[in-house]
């Protein structure tokens, strides 16, 4: 029987000329409509915002709980598959005489600051001491929490919330996206990895779309991340002393810090994207990387050493063994108080966590799909999936690590664990060190965050811009990247100033969900091309 010949063109529609020049005018308009109505609405009519939005999010997390699990123990196995199968994790991804356009240090750098370097400033503390204080081995009965029983499952969940699972999210999109643009030919844009299910049909509606939904997903998805590092910025900001006026009465964040930290952050962001990948991102995930190898290089000499190599290694192995059934487990509210409390945990942190991946994956899917040209699947696999793991498990255990032994021991006297989230780093911080190593260390962390969130919002920029240009890499109108630039900005200053990051995290989980049945098609078609490229002998490997 003849195998029947694979899609290597992909005809979309862009305009000739005019503002909209190499742009797909169904996907760039109506993906700024979507955005502009959402940050009008939010501006407009805040506390309607504010409760419609916080309606829905409870129903999604309710009703999809068990769609957001099993999707997520899909995404990880098919990366796995793919990477232990012998010849499909020998395929590369683009031609045979393909390179790698960037070297292992800059393709990893970028890949990580853009994936997750943010969140784990604010998390790589602020996670394990919230498990070490409740989780559900704590709500089953079975365990203390605060106590030192709860070190290790505490760990356990934090790595299953920071590990395989998110990396997977991003590397599905990012591989599925490489496999058909360099391999096949197709266009650098989301829709074309769906091209074995739908076909030439993706270049009309069905193929806007789903660029369309990836557009508003990325939006909301690094909306949420730029929350958090606003957050975390202006507590620092505040540490090192710049003013009074940048929290409110109750210690939050000021709508007048929000505007010039984004102000700041954005104007910064744009500059950088105009610049393009190859020097402004590049450059700037460089600098992360030095930066953050620093910082961690500090934690492993000054901090709790012995008991963050103890929590990474004991916590690896429960990870590693707890994983399989962590994947599938979805916990009900069937009336009874441990069954409330265990499902209203899981909404609050997997479920959460597992939309914020889903809504993040298609900007860093492109992402990692632009910088990741040349190298076989299983090269992919390990870079973007088992290497960031790890970096993240050693983040948690050494910088978090240090946090928990100082609660424990006393030497902390509840300043770290009383802190807010954002502050917690440098609540610790203070404790280590004396008030002006303190100052000196708080500047580190302050310009580590300021280029975290640079790179993370001028990347997004440019991905959203290759998605409305049809794939197309090349360099895009000043205009539009401008647009995106404060579209973001005004995006999470006003879902900021109506509920916080709570209204954020809401609008993500909302965005992730459609994006997230698009994903799912994404596995289902990289799977059944890379079968149908085993079978045919023609194929260039």
Not at 101 to 109: A, K, L
Request: charged share 10%.
């Amino acid at each position: 029987m003849a195998i029947p010949p694979q899609l290597t063109e992909l005809a979309i529609e862009t305009a000739d000329s005019g503002f909209y020049r190499g742009f797909s005018k169904a996907v760039t308009i109506t993906g700024k409509m979507l955005i502009s109505l959402l940050i009008l609405w939010a501006v407009v009519f805040p506390q309607s915002a504010a409760d419609i939005l916080s309606a829905l999010n409870t129903i999604i997390l309710t009703t999809f709980n068990y769609w957001y699990v099993l999707v997520m123990a899909f995404f990880v196995s098919v990366c796995f598959l793919l990477a232990i199968w012998p010849k499909a994790g020998a395929i590369k991804l683009g031609l045979t005489d393909d390179k790698p356009e960037f070297s292992r240090f800059s393709w990893f750098s970028m890949m990580f600051g853009a994936g997750i370097g943010i969140g784990m400033l604010t998390f790589a503390t602020a996670e394990p001491m919230y498990h070490f204080q409740n989780n559900p081995n704590v709500i089953l009965g079975q365990i203390a929490g605060s106590s030192a029983e709860t070190v290790r499952p505490a760990y356990v969940w934090s790595f299953f919330h920071w590990g395989f699972s998110a990396w997977a999210a991003y590397a599905i999109v990012g591989l599925s996206l490489a496999f058909f643009s360099y391999r096949r030919g197709l266009p650098l844009t989301i829709r074309s990895a769906l091209a074995p299910l739908f076909g030439e049909r993706l270049s009309g509606g069905i193929g806007h779309a789903v660029d369309i939904v990836a557009v508003v997903a990325t939006v909301l998805g690094v909306s949420q991340t730029l929350g958090f590092g606003v957050e975390q910025f202006i507590a620092g900001l505040y540490r090192i002393g710049v003013g009074d006026w940048l929290l409110d009465e109750v210690g939050k964040p000021s709508n007048a810090a929000i505007v010039v930290a984004l102000t700041v952050i954005m104007g910064a962001s744009t500059l950088s994207a105009l610049s393009g990948v190859g020097k402004g991102i590049k450059w700037l995930s460089n600098i992360n990387m030095g930066l953050s190898v620093f910082l961690l290089t500090f934690f492993l000499l000054f901090g709790s050493t012995f008991f963050g190599l103890n929590a990474l290694i004991n916590g690896v192995f429960d990870y590693l063994i707890a994983l399989p059934p962590m994947l599938v487990t979805v916990w009900v509210d069937d009336g009874t108080a441990v069954s409330k409390s265990l499902s209203a945990w899981q909404g609050g942190w997997s479920i959460f966590y597992w939309a914020w991946w889903i809504a993040f994956a298609p900007f860093v899917g492109v992402f990692l799909a632009r910088i990741s040209r040349g190298r076989s699947i299983r090269e992919y696999v390990i870079g973007a999936v088992i290497v960031p793991s790890l970096m993240c498990f050693i983040w948690f255990t050494f910088v978090g690590g240090t946090a928990i032994d100082l609660e424990l021991s006393g030497a902390a006297n509840g300043e770290i664990i009383n802190a807010a989230q954002q502050d917690q780093l440098f609540a610790m911080l203070g404790v280590i060190l004396n008030d002006t190593w303190a100052w000196v260390f708080a500047v580190i962390v302050v310009i580590l965050l300021l280029t975290y969130l640079v790179t993370s919002a001028d990347s997004a920029v440019l991905i959203i811009n290759t998605i409305n240009a049809a794939g197309n890499e090349g360099p895009k109108a000043r205009p539009h990247i401008i647009f995106w630039g404060a579209a973001l900005a005004l995006v999470v200053g006003a879902l900021l100033m109506i509920g916080g990051l709570a209204a954020i995290k809401t609008a993500m989980v909302i965005g992730a969900l459609p994006f997230s049945a698009v994903m799912v098609l994404m596995g289902i078609a990289l799977v059944k091309a890379i079968l149908h490229e085993m079978r045919d002998p023609h194929t260039e490997s």
